[in-house]
Protein backbone atom coordinates (compact mmCIF):
# COMPACT_ATOMS: atom_id res chain seq x y z
CA UNK A 1 0.00 0.00 0.00
CA UNK A 2 3.00 2.44 0.67
CA UNK A 3 3.78 1.96 -2.68
CA UNK A 4 0.58 2.18 -4.37
CA UNK A 5 -0.90 5.27 -2.76
CA UNK A 6 1.47 7.49 -4.57
CA UNK A 7 0.77 5.18 -7.92
CA UNK A 8 -2.89 6.19 -7.35
CA UNK A 9 -2.58 10.13 -6.89
CA UNK A 10 -0.15 10.28 -9.61
CA UNK A 11 -2.62 8.49 -11.48
CA UNK A 12 -5.82 10.94 -10.44
CA UNK A 13 -3.65 13.84 -11.17
CA UNK A 14 -2.87 12.60 -14.93
CA UNK A 15 -6.79 11.84 -15.17
CA UNK A 16 -7.46 15.85 -13.68
CA UNK A 17 -5.84 17.06 -16.50
CA UNK A 18 -8.42 15.44 -19.05
CA UNK A 19 -10.98 16.35 -17.03
CA UNK A 20 -10.14 20.18 -16.79
CA UNK A 21 -9.62 19.91 -20.50
CA UNK A 22 -12.89 18.91 -21.00
CA UNK A 23 -14.34 21.30 -18.55
CA UNK A 24 -12.62 24.56 -19.73
CA UNK A 25 -13.46 23.97 -23.52
CA UNK A 26 -16.87 23.18 -22.82
CA UNK A 27 -17.02 26.41 -21.24
CA UNK A 28 -15.84 27.94 -24.53
CA UNK A 29 -18.02 26.53 -26.92
CA UNK A 30 -20.04 22.77 -27.88
CA UNK A 31 -17.99 22.71 -30.96
CA UNK A 32 -14.00 22.99 -29.07
CA UNK A 33 -15.41 20.53 -26.55
CA UNK A 34 -16.25 17.95 -29.16
CA UNK A 35 -13.05 18.38 -30.83
CA UNK A 36 -11.34 17.69 -27.80
CA UNK A 37 -13.50 14.85 -26.99
CA UNK A 38 -13.07 13.44 -30.47
CA UNK A 39 -8.88 14.39 -30.57
CA UNK A 40 -8.71 12.77 -26.74
CA UNK A 41 -10.15 9.48 -28.43
CA UNK A 42 -7.61 9.22 -31.03
CA UNK A 43 -4.05 10.43 -28.83
CA UNK A 44 -4.91 8.30 -25.45
CA UNK A 45 -5.04 5.16 -26.83
CA UNK A 46 -1.73 6.38 -28.40
CA UNK A 47 -0.28 7.42 -25.29
CA UNK A 48 -1.56 4.29 -23.11
CA UNK A 49 0.12 1.87 -25.55
CA UNK A 50 3.00 3.76 -25.25
CA UNK A 51 2.86 3.48 -21.08
CA UNK A 52 1.91 -0.17 -20.93
CA UNK A 53 5.37 -0.90 -23.26
CA UNK A 54 7.49 1.11 -21.21
CA UNK A 55 6.15 -0.46 -18.07
CA UNK A 56 7.81 -3.44 -19.01
CA UNK A 57 11.25 -1.98 -17.64
CA UNK A 58 9.40 -2.24 -14.07
CA UNK A 59 10.24 -5.88 -13.50
CA UNK A 60 13.21 -5.61 -15.13
CA UNK A 61 14.66 -2.98 -12.54
CA UNK A 62 12.67 -4.38 -10.06
CA UNK A 63 14.66 -8.13 -10.68
CA UNK A 64 17.71 -6.15 -11.50
CA UNK A 65 17.10 -3.79 -8.01
CA UNK A 66 16.59 -7.33 -5.56
CA UNK A 67 19.04 -9.49 -7.04
CA UNK A 68 21.93 -6.64 -6.08
CA UNK A 69 22.49 -6.61 -9.85
CA UNK A 70 22.00 -2.45 -10.34
CA UNK A 71 25.26 -2.52 -12.48
CA UNK A 72 22.46 -3.87 -14.92
CA UNK A 73 19.93 -1.00 -14.45
CA UNK A 74 21.33 1.55 -15.79
CA UNK A 75 21.64 0.35 -19.47
CA UNK A 76 18.11 -1.08 -19.42
CA UNK A 77 17.02 2.20 -18.85
CA UNK A 78 19.13 3.94 -21.23
CA UNK A 79 17.52 1.48 -24.07
CA UNK A 80 13.86 2.19 -22.59
CA UNK A 81 14.78 6.08 -23.36
CA UNK A 82 15.75 4.93 -26.65
CA UNK A 83 12.40 3.08 -27.14
CA UNK A 84 10.48 6.47 -25.85
CA UNK A 85 12.14 8.73 -28.31
CA UNK A 86 11.06 6.31 -31.06
CA UNK A 87 7.42 5.51 -29.63
CA UNK A 88 7.39 9.53 -28.93
CA UNK A 89 8.01 10.70 -32.15
CA UNK A 90 6.11 7.69 -33.93
CA UNK A 91 2.82 8.72 -31.99
CA UNK A 92 3.66 12.10 -32.94
CA UNK A 93 3.77 11.62 -37.08
CA UNK A 94 0.09 9.63 -36.72
CA UNK A 95 -1.23 12.42 -35.09
CA UNK A 96 -0.11 14.69 -37.41
CA UNK A 97 -0.57 12.87 -40.74
CA UNK A 98 -3.58 10.15 -40.62
CA UNK A 99 -6.04 12.16 -38.43
CA UNK A 100 -8.14 13.76 -40.69
CA UNK A 101 -8.78 10.11 -43.29
CA UNK A 102 -9.46 9.10 -39.68
CA UNK A 103 -11.87 11.84 -39.26
CA UNK A 104 -13.31 11.36 -43.03
CA UNK A 105 -14.18 7.89 -42.09
CA UNK A 106 -16.03 8.80 -38.54
CA UNK A 107 -18.13 11.32 -40.24
CA UNK A 108 -17.33 14.22 -38.13
CA UNK A 109 -18.05 17.36 -38.82
CA UNK A 110 -16.23 19.36 -40.80
CA UNK A 111 -15.73 22.29 -38.23
CA UNK A 112 -15.39 19.89 -35.32
CA UNK A 113 -12.80 18.28 -37.81
CA UNK A 114 -10.86 21.29 -38.42
CA UNK A 115 -10.74 22.14 -34.68
CA UNK A 116 -9.67 18.83 -33.49
CA UNK A 117 -6.90 18.21 -36.12
CA UNK A 118 -5.44 21.45 -34.86
CA UNK A 119 -5.54 20.32 -31.08
CA UNK A 120 -3.75 17.12 -32.21
CA UNK A 121 -1.04 18.63 -33.82
CA UNK A 122 -0.55 20.48 -30.86
CA UNK A 123 -0.50 17.78 -28.70
CA UNK A 124 2.14 15.65 -30.98
CA UNK A 125 4.73 17.82 -30.05
CA UNK A 126 4.51 16.52 -26.72
CA UNK A 127 4.29 13.22 -27.65
CA UNK A 128 8.10 12.59 -27.04
CA UNK A 129 8.00 13.98 -23.79
CA UNK A 130 5.38 12.33 -22.06
CA UNK A 131 7.04 8.84 -23.25
CA UNK A 132 10.32 9.93 -21.51
CA UNK A 133 8.33 10.85 -18.81
CA UNK A 134 7.04 6.93 -18.43
CA UNK A 135 10.16 5.37 -19.44
CA UNK A 136 11.46 6.86 -16.07
CA UNK A 137 8.81 6.58 -13.81
CA UNK A 138 8.68 3.07 -14.92
CA UNK A 139 12.49 3.21 -13.42
CA UNK A 140 11.71 5.14 -10.18
CA UNK A 141 8.69 2.37 -9.44
CA UNK A 142 11.23 -0.46 -10.04
CA UNK A 143 13.45 0.82 -7.53
CA UNK A 144 10.37 1.40 -5.28
CA UNK A 145 10.41 4.80 -5.53
CA UNK A 146 7.18 5.84 -6.32
CA UNK A 147 6.62 9.54 -5.11
CA UNK A 148 8.81 11.39 -7.98
CA UNK A 149 5.51 10.32 -10.49
CA UNK A 150 3.37 11.57 -7.97
CA UNK A 151 4.39 15.02 -7.28
CA UNK A 152 5.57 15.55 -10.85
CA UNK A 153 1.84 14.93 -12.06
CA UNK A 154 0.74 17.67 -9.71
CA UNK A 155 3.31 19.60 -10.76
CA UNK A 156 1.93 19.16 -14.81
CA UNK A 157 -1.63 19.55 -13.42
CA UNK A 158 -0.26 22.46 -11.70
CA UNK A 159 1.08 24.04 -15.27
CA UNK A 160 -2.04 22.38 -17.43
CA UNK A 161 -4.84 24.52 -15.54
CA UNK A 162 -3.31 28.30 -16.38
CA UNK A 163 -1.96 27.37 -19.33
CA UNK A 164 -5.59 26.10 -20.87
CA UNK A 165 -6.83 29.27 -19.01
CA UNK A 166 -4.65 31.70 -21.00
CA UNK A 167 -4.38 29.43 -24.60
CA UNK A 168 -8.42 28.82 -24.49
CA UNK A 169 -9.67 31.62 -23.57
CA UNK A 170 -7.20 34.43 -24.27
CA UNK A 171 -7.02 38.10 -23.23
CA UNK A 172 -10.64 38.43 -22.85
CA UNK A 173 -10.81 35.65 -20.21
CA UNK A 174 -8.15 37.34 -18.41
CA UNK A 175 -9.49 40.66 -18.42
CA UNK A 176 -12.81 38.96 -16.93
CA UNK A 177 -10.71 37.28 -14.03
CA UNK A 178 -7.89 40.20 -13.64
CA UNK A 179 -10.41 43.55 -14.87
CA UNK A 180 -9.34 46.05 -17.52
CA UNK A 181 -5.97 47.09 -15.39
CA UNK A 182 -4.18 44.21 -17.07
CA UNK A 183 -1.49 45.72 -20.51
CA UNK A 184 -3.40 46.30 -23.38
CA UNK A 185 -0.96 43.44 -25.37
CA UNK A 186 -2.37 40.83 -22.87
CA UNK A 187 -5.92 41.88 -23.19
CA UNK A 188 -5.65 41.49 -27.09
CA UNK A 189 -4.30 37.77 -26.98
CA UNK A 190 -6.27 35.70 -29.22
CA UNK A 191 -8.26 33.06 -27.60
CA UNK A 192 -7.43 29.34 -29.57
CA UNK A 193 -9.96 27.35 -28.18
CA UNK A 194 -9.65 23.67 -28.50
CA UNK A 195 -5.56 24.38 -30.06
CA UNK A 196 -5.00 26.15 -27.51
CA UNK A 197 -5.95 23.26 -25.28
CA UNK A 198 -3.74 21.05 -27.18
CA UNK A 199 -0.20 23.53 -26.75
CA UNK A 200 -1.16 23.34 -22.63
CA UNK A 201 -1.29 19.42 -22.82
CA UNK A 202 2.11 19.33 -24.81
CA UNK A 203 3.60 21.79 -22.40
CA UNK A 204 2.27 19.76 -19.65
CA UNK A 205 4.00 16.65 -20.95
CA UNK A 206 7.18 18.53 -21.43
CA UNK A 207 7.25 19.76 -18.08
CA UNK A 208 6.51 16.52 -16.95
CA UNK A 209 9.19 14.68 -18.95
CA UNK A 210 11.90 17.24 -17.90
CA UNK A 211 11.53 17.71 -14.02
CA UNK A 212 11.45 13.38 -14.42
CA UNK A 213 15.02 13.78 -15.81
CA UNK A 214 16.10 16.80 -13.26
CA UNK A 215 14.67 15.05 -9.88
CA UNK A 216 16.32 11.03 -11.41
CA UNK A 217 19.69 13.24 -12.13
CA UNK A 218 19.76 14.84 -8.94
CA UNK A 219 18.31 12.50 -6.29
CA UNK A 220 20.27 10.41 -4.20
CA UNK A 221 17.17 8.40 -3.57
CA UNK A 222 18.29 5.72 -6.62
CA UNK A 223 21.35 5.00 -4.19
CA UNK A 224 24.59 3.49 -6.29
CA UNK A 225 22.69 3.73 -10.07
CA UNK A 226 24.23 6.45 -12.02
CA UNK A 227 21.64 6.88 -14.10
CA UNK A 228 22.76 10.23 -16.23
CA UNK A 229 26.49 9.40 -16.41
CA UNK A 230 28.15 7.59 -19.18
CA UNK A 231 24.87 7.55 -21.99
CA UNK A 232 24.55 3.96 -23.63
CA UNK A 233 24.03 3.19 -27.28
CA UNK A 234 21.49 1.19 -28.28
CA UNK A 235 21.62 -2.53 -27.72
CA UNK A 236 19.49 -4.78 -29.70
CA UNK A 237 19.72 -7.87 -27.07
CA UNK A 238 18.29 -4.96 -24.19
CA UNK A 239 15.53 -3.08 -26.42
CA UNK A 240 14.75 -7.17 -27.25
CA UNK A 241 14.08 -8.41 -24.21
CA UNK A 242 12.22 -4.92 -22.71
CA UNK A 243 10.12 -4.81 -26.38
CA UNK A 244 9.50 -8.56 -25.86
CA UNK A 245 8.29 -7.59 -21.85
CA UNK A 246 6.14 -4.68 -22.36
CA UNK A 247 4.96 -4.85 -26.01
CA UNK A 248 2.14 -7.45 -24.68
CA UNK A 249 1.35 -4.73 -21.52
CA UNK A 250 0.60 -2.03 -24.39
CA UNK A 251 -1.15 -4.24 -26.76
CA UNK A 252 -3.29 -5.58 -23.15
CA UNK A 253 -4.05 -2.03 -22.27
CA UNK A 254 -4.90 -0.90 -26.00
CA UNK A 255 -7.59 -3.91 -25.79
CA UNK A 256 -8.70 -2.84 -22.39
CA UNK A 257 -8.73 0.96 -23.77
CA UNK A 258 -10.66 0.17 -27.22
CA UNK A 259 -13.87 -2.39 -25.82
CA UNK A 260 -14.83 0.90 -23.42
CA UNK A 261 -14.20 3.00 -26.54
CA UNK A 262 -16.51 0.39 -28.95
CA UNK A 263 -19.12 -0.50 -26.38
CA UNK A 264 -19.86 3.99 -25.90
CA UNK A 265 -20.27 3.64 -30.31
CA UNK A 266 -22.80 0.30 -29.82
CA UNK A 267 -24.47 2.84 -27.12
CA UNK A 268 -24.75 5.50 -29.01
CA UNK A 269 -27.90 4.71 -30.74
CA UNK A 270 -30.19 3.98 -27.92
CA UNK A 271 -30.71 7.55 -27.40
CA UNK A 272 -29.08 10.18 -25.28
CA UNK A 273 -30.89 9.56 -21.80
CA UNK A 274 -29.09 5.98 -21.73
CA UNK A 275 -25.69 7.48 -23.15
CA UNK A 276 -25.91 10.10 -20.41
CA UNK A 277 -26.17 7.60 -17.72
CA UNK A 278 -23.82 5.27 -19.77
CA UNK A 279 -20.78 8.10 -19.05
CA UNK A 280 -21.64 8.92 -15.61
CA UNK A 281 -21.65 5.10 -14.40
CA UNK A 282 -18.51 4.83 -16.28
CA UNK A 283 -16.68 7.75 -14.95
CA UNK A 284 -17.66 7.37 -11.64
CA UNK A 285 -16.84 3.37 -10.96
CA UNK A 286 -13.16 4.88 -13.35
CA UNK A 287 -12.26 6.74 -10.87
CA UNK A 288 -12.90 4.06 -7.73
CA UNK A 289 -11.29 1.56 -10.12
CA UNK A 290 -7.67 4.04 -9.89
CA UNK A 291 -6.92 2.28 -6.19
CA UNK A 292 -7.15 -1.63 -7.74
CA UNK A 293 -5.05 -0.55 -10.44
CA UNK A 294 -2.46 0.80 -8.65
CA UNK A 295 -1.85 -1.87 -6.29
CA UNK A 296 -1.29 -4.00 -9.02
CA UNK A 297 1.04 -2.08 -10.76
CA UNK A 298 2.72 -1.95 -7.05
CA UNK A 299 2.52 -5.49 -6.96
CA UNK A 300 4.70 -6.10 -10.52
CA UNK A 301 7.37 -4.32 -8.10
CA UNK A 302 7.35 -6.24 -5.01
CA UNK A 303 7.11 -9.74 -7.15
CA UNK A 304 9.63 -8.64 -9.54
CA UNK A 305 11.81 -7.70 -5.83
CA UNK A 306 11.55 -10.85 -4.53
CA UNK A 307 12.22 -12.96 -7.37
CA UNK A 308 15.31 -10.83 -7.78
CA UNK A 309 16.40 -11.74 -4.11
CA UNK A 310 16.07 -15.47 -5.52
CA UNK A 311 12.84 -15.98 -3.30
CA UNK A 312 10.90 -17.82 -5.56
CA UNK A 313 8.43 -19.11 -2.36
CA UNK A 314 8.49 -16.12 -0.85
CA UNK A 315 7.77 -13.82 -4.35
CA UNK A 316 4.79 -16.72 -4.76
CA UNK A 317 3.56 -15.71 -0.83
CA UNK A 318 3.60 -11.96 -2.01
CA UNK A 319 1.64 -12.46 -4.69
CA UNK A 320 -1.12 -14.24 -3.29
CA UNK A 321 -1.24 -11.90 -0.24
CA UNK A 322 -1.71 -9.14 -2.77
CA UNK A 323 -4.27 -10.73 -4.52
CA UNK A 324 -6.11 -10.52 -0.74
CA UNK A 325 -5.73 -6.84 -0.43
CA UNK A 326 -7.49 -6.59 -3.63
CA UNK A 327 -10.24 -8.19 -2.50
CA UNK A 328 -10.18 -6.37 0.62
CA UNK A 329 -9.95 -3.12 -1.99
CA UNK A 330 -12.89 -4.67 -4.00
CA UNK A 331 -14.52 -4.36 -0.18
CA UNK A 332 -13.92 -1.00 0.17
CA UNK A 333 -15.12 0.57 -3.08
CA UNK A 334 -18.41 -1.60 -2.98
CA UNK A 335 -19.12 -0.14 0.54
CA UNK A 336 -18.51 3.44 -1.47
CA UNK A 337 -20.92 2.61 -4.21
CA UNK A 338 -23.77 1.43 -1.50
CA UNK A 339 -23.42 4.49 0.45
CA UNK A 340 -22.64 7.49 -2.24
CA UNK A 341 -24.46 6.80 -5.92
CA UNK A 342 -27.18 8.80 -5.26
CA UNK A 343 -25.27 11.68 -4.29
CA UNK A 344 -22.46 11.95 -6.51
CA UNK A 345 -24.57 10.53 -9.04
CA UNK A 346 -26.74 14.00 -8.39
CA UNK A 347 -23.39 16.21 -8.85
CA UNK A 348 -23.06 14.90 -12.38
CA UNK A 349 -26.73 15.67 -13.38
CA UNK A 350 -30.21 16.77 -12.45
CA UNK A 351 -31.73 14.67 -15.13
CA UNK A 352 -34.55 12.32 -12.92
CA UNK A 353 -34.57 9.62 -15.56
CA UNK A 354 -30.52 9.77 -16.10
CA UNK A 355 -30.30 9.80 -12.33
CA UNK A 356 -32.59 6.29 -11.94
CA UNK A 357 -30.40 4.70 -15.21
CA UNK A 358 -27.40 5.36 -13.82
CA UNK A 359 -28.23 4.16 -10.60
CA UNK A 360 -29.04 0.48 -12.13
CA UNK A 361 -25.70 0.04 -14.17
CA UNK A 362 -24.03 1.22 -10.84
CA UNK A 363 -25.93 -1.35 -9.29
CA UNK A 364 -24.42 -3.86 -11.71
CA UNK A 365 -20.96 -1.83 -11.51
CA UNK A 366 -20.96 -3.76 -7.63
CA UNK A 367 -21.36 -7.31 -9.10
CA UNK A 368 -17.64 -6.76 -11.15
CA UNK A 369 -15.86 -4.98 -8.65
CA UNK A 370 -14.03 -8.19 -7.17
CA UNK A 371 -13.56 -9.50 -10.60
CA UNK A 372 -12.15 -5.92 -11.92
CA UNK A 373 -10.06 -5.86 -8.66
CA UNK A 374 -8.80 -9.45 -9.27
CA UNK A 375 -7.95 -9.26 -13.01
CA UNK A 376 -5.71 -6.06 -12.34
CA UNK A 377 -3.62 -7.17 -9.68
CA UNK A 378 -3.37 -10.37 -11.14
CA UNK A 379 -1.95 -9.17 -13.91
CA UNK A 380 0.35 -7.00 -12.17
CA UNK A 381 1.86 -10.12 -10.30
CA UNK A 382 2.62 -11.80 -13.60
CA UNK A 383 4.21 -8.92 -14.87
CA UNK A 384 6.36 -9.18 -11.62
CA UNK A 385 7.43 -12.45 -13.19
CA UNK A 386 7.69 -11.42 -16.65
CA UNK A 387 4.89 -13.36 -18.19
CA UNK A 388 3.32 -10.94 -20.40
CA UNK A 389 2.29 -12.84 -23.55
CA UNK A 390 -0.30 -15.27 -21.73
CA UNK A 391 -1.68 -12.10 -20.28
CA UNK A 392 -1.96 -10.61 -23.58
CA UNK A 393 -3.39 -13.22 -25.38
CA UNK A 394 -6.16 -13.70 -21.46
CA UNK A 395 -6.98 -10.24 -22.21
CA UNK A 396 -7.83 -10.79 -25.82
CA UNK A 397 -10.37 -13.65 -25.58
CA UNK A 398 -11.65 -11.67 -22.53
CA UNK A 399 -12.24 -8.47 -23.11
CA UNK A 400 -12.97 -8.59 -27.01
CA UNK A 401 -14.88 -11.84 -27.29
CA UNK A 402 -16.71 -12.16 -23.91
CA UNK A 403 -16.64 -9.09 -23.54
CA UNK A 404 -17.45 -6.81 -26.69
CA UNK A 405 -19.29 -9.81 -28.65
CA UNK A 406 -21.13 -11.07 -25.69
CA UNK A 407 -21.96 -7.84 -24.67
CA UNK A 408 -22.96 -6.71 -27.72
CA UNK A 409 -25.27 -10.11 -28.40
CA UNK A 410 -27.04 -9.71 -25.45
CA UNK A 411 -27.59 -5.82 -25.99
CA UNK A 412 -28.68 -6.24 -29.57
CA UNK A 413 -30.22 -9.39 -29.99
CA UNK A 414 -31.21 -11.02 -26.60
CA UNK A 415 -30.42 -14.45 -25.86
CA UNK A 416 -31.13 -16.93 -28.63
CA UNK A 417 -35.07 -15.96 -28.32
CA UNK A 418 -35.46 -16.85 -24.48
CA UNK A 419 -34.11 -13.32 -23.68
CA UNK A 420 -35.25 -9.79 -25.39
CA UNK A 421 -32.71 -7.31 -26.57
CA UNK A 422 -31.39 -5.98 -23.12
CA UNK A 423 -30.03 -3.00 -24.61
CA UNK A 424 -27.29 -1.58 -22.33
CA UNK A 425 -27.74 -4.00 -19.53
CA UNK A 426 -26.53 -6.21 -22.18
CA UNK A 427 -23.22 -4.16 -22.59
CA UNK A 428 -22.79 -3.90 -18.98
CA UNK A 429 -23.51 -7.75 -18.30
CA UNK A 430 -21.03 -8.60 -20.90
CA UNK A 431 -18.33 -6.17 -19.06
CA UNK A 432 -18.99 -8.39 -15.80
CA UNK A 433 -18.41 -11.77 -18.15
CA UNK A 434 -15.32 -10.80 -19.54
CA UNK A 435 -13.74 -9.13 -16.32
CA UNK A 436 -14.84 -11.89 -14.80
CA UNK A 437 -12.92 -14.83 -17.61
CA UNK A 438 -10.24 -12.38 -17.53
CA UNK A 439 -9.72 -12.81 -13.51
CA UNK A 440 -10.29 -16.34 -13.52
CA UNK A 441 -7.53 -17.29 -16.28
CA UNK A 442 -5.27 -14.85 -15.00
CA UNK A 443 -5.50 -16.75 -11.56
CA UNK A 444 -5.44 -20.24 -12.94
CA UNK A 445 -1.93 -18.85 -14.77
CA UNK A 446 -0.61 -17.28 -11.63
CA UNK A 447 -1.21 -20.26 -9.43
CA UNK A 448 0.78 -22.26 -12.39
CA UNK A 449 3.58 -20.24 -12.98
CA UNK A 450 4.22 -18.98 -9.26
CA UNK A 451 4.25 -22.95 -8.16
CA UNK A 452 6.59 -24.07 -11.17
CA UNK A 453 9.01 -21.59 -10.09
CA UNK A 454 8.53 -22.27 -6.69
CA UNK A 455 9.68 -26.16 -7.35
CA UNK A 456 12.38 -24.88 -10.00
CA UNK A 457 10.43 -26.15 -13.35
CA UNK A 458 10.46 -22.36 -14.44
CA UNK A 459 14.36 -20.96 -14.05
CA UNK A 460 14.23 -17.20 -12.32
CA UNK A 461 14.75 -14.77 -15.14
CA UNK A 462 18.03 -13.24 -14.76
CA UNK A 463 17.06 -9.64 -15.42
Known sequence: MRLALPICGAQL???????????????????????????????????????????????????????????????????????????????????????????????????????????LAAVAFG???????????????????????LWISLVGLGVNIP????????????????GDWLPGSVQG???????????????????????MIAYTRRSRAYGDVALWHSPTPPRWPLIGELLHVGVPIGVAIFVEVTLFTLIALFIASLGEITVAAHQVALNYTSILFM???SLGMALTVRVGNTLGQGRPEAARLVAW???????AVAALNNLLLWFSAEPVIGLYTHDSEVQRLTLTLVGLAMLYQVSDALQVNLAGALRGYKDTRIV???????YWLVGLGGGHWLGAHGLFGWIDPLGVYGYWIGLIAGLTTAA?????????????????QIEIPAG
Not at 321 to 327: E, F, N, S, T
Open 13 to 119: AQAGMSVVDVMMTGRLSATDLAAVSVGSSLWLPLMLFMTGTLMGLTPIVAQLLGGGRTAGIRPSVHQALWIALVLGMIAAALLWFTVMPVFRLMAVPEEVAGRAAAY
Open 291 to 293: LPL
Open 321 to 327: HGILVAL
Open 392 to 398: MLITLLA
Open 163 to 178: CNFVLIYGGEGLTGLF
Open 189 to 211: LQALGALGCGIATALSMWVMGLA
Open 440 to 456: VLLGERLRRISKATTHG
Open 127 to 149: MPGVALFQALRAFSDGMNHTRPS
